[in-house]
């Protein structure tokens, strides 16, 4: 498998005023191969988050310092400035956010947005962006796609805003997608139906994706490997089942709930469903 993405020592340490330094990531190391998913699992607080903005230079430099090496085809990020990020951001590298409510603005109708993401990194007409967008929409599973296009974000559901957010995502087809938490705001039933969609992306084309989710079920459905994250530092990593069938750490056990059946993902998955609806029970 070619790596797309490596990561060494990557820090994040955020400065606050007269209190100490904060490091909230700590010498942490990962490779993503080209159309693999890694998932990102810990609990809030550990430093998924730091890693998925530092990965896009999204980070405050006069509120967080950022040092180690991010390569993406052998493209050193860390040293990157705003400029340069901006050519990266949503070509190369996107992400979806947590809460769609927050990434798409009140004010502009859905498919402009998904409009304004392709026009800015093509140059295409604004005819041909719109045609794209469209596209964009119904690839995500929004078939009603005029309707889609025009509605403002708050006449749209919750499911539907953030197959939005994955359209602006997908727009300039990026090798790598970072997906954080892309479910927490979902109801269950929306929420199912985003982790298929993904399945579909996944299973259709080479695109990688870094999942962040502190949910084992979401994990099962996606990952091929899985990094488990405390306290700023990997304390465990290997293909998804292995970790999950054998942790080895006390606290990997803890954030699956201390399951001990076990499971195969080598037809469709239907055992890692069978870990959805347990939790949508509950």
């Known amino acids: 498998m070619n790596t797309l993405l490596q990561v060494r020592e990557l820090k994040v340490r955020y400065r606050g005023g007269e209190a100490p330094p904060n490091e909230a990531v700590h010498g942490v190391s990962f490779d993503i191969g080209a159309g693999e998913v890694v998932g990102l699992m810990g609990e809030s607080g550990c430093g998924k988050s ?38 990266i951001r949503g070509t190369a590298i996107s992400i979806v956010f947590q809460e769609p409510g927050i990434a798409l603005s009140p004010v502009m109708r859905a498919g402009e947005q998904v409009t304004e993401v392709i026009h800015a990194h093509r140059g295409w007409s604004w005819k041909r962006c719109r045609a794209e967008a469209k596209m964009m929409l119904a690839r995500v599973g929004l078939e009603d796609t005029r309707r889609i296009f025009a509605a403002y974000p708050h006449q749209l559901s919750g ?79 290997g293909n998804f089942n292995e970790v999950y069938q054998h942790p080895g750490q006390p606290y990997t056990r803890l954030l699956f709930g201390r399951r001990s059946r076990s499971f195969s993902r080598a037809n469709d998955g239907g055992a890692a469903d069978d870990l959805l609806q347990e939790q949508t029970v509950r």
Do not use: W, Y
């Not at 980070?59 to 090496?69: E, F, I, R």
């Open 50 to 87: 730091s890693i998925s903005l530092a990965l896009l230079g999204l980070l405050d430099k006069h509120k967080a310092d950022v040092s180690g090496s991010i390569l993406f085809r052998s493209q050193q990020l860390v040293s990157l400035n705003e400029r340069q990020f901006e050519k």
């Open 159 to 237: 499911g539907q805003r953030q197959r939005v957010t994955l359209a602006q995502a997908l727009a300039c087809e990026p090798e790598l997608v970072v997906a954080d938490e892309p479910t927490a705001s979902l109801d269950a039933r929306s929420q199912a139906g985003f982790i298929e969609l993904l399945r579909e992306l996944k299973a259709q084309s080479r695109i990688s994706i870094l999942l962040i989710s502190h949910t084992p079920e979401i994990q099962a459905s996606l990952a091929d490997r899985l990094l488990v994250m405390r306290n700023g530092i990997i304390i465990e990593s």
